[in-house]
C-alpha cells in the first residue's frame, strides 16, 4: 500500500518536472527493500533461486 500514497503525494506537492525523479527514488527504496526481505528468507538456504547448472547436470 505504498505507490497509492506516493502518487497522492507526487501529483499534489510535487512540481511536474520532478514527479519522474520522486517516483525512480521510491522504486529504488522498495526494490531495495524487497530484495533485502528476500535476502533474509534465503540466508543458509541452499537452494533459494539458484540457478546452478551442476545441480541440472547431476539430476541427468
Known amino acids: 500500500m505504498v505507490w497509492p500514497f506516493v502518487q497522492l503525494v507526487n501529483f499534489r506537492f510535487v512540481m511536474l518536472e520532478h514527479r519522474v ?15 533485502a526481505t528476500l535476502y533474509k528468507q534465503c540466508w543458509g538456504s541452499k537452494d533459494c533461486g539458484s540457478n546452478d547448472d551442476s545441480k541440472l547436470a547431476r539430476e541427468r
Do not use: R
Not at 525523479?21 to 530484495?35: D, H, K, R
Open 21 to 35: 525523479v520522486v517516483v525512480n527514488t521510491i522504486l529504488l527504496g522498495w526494490n531495495c527493500a524487497i530484495l
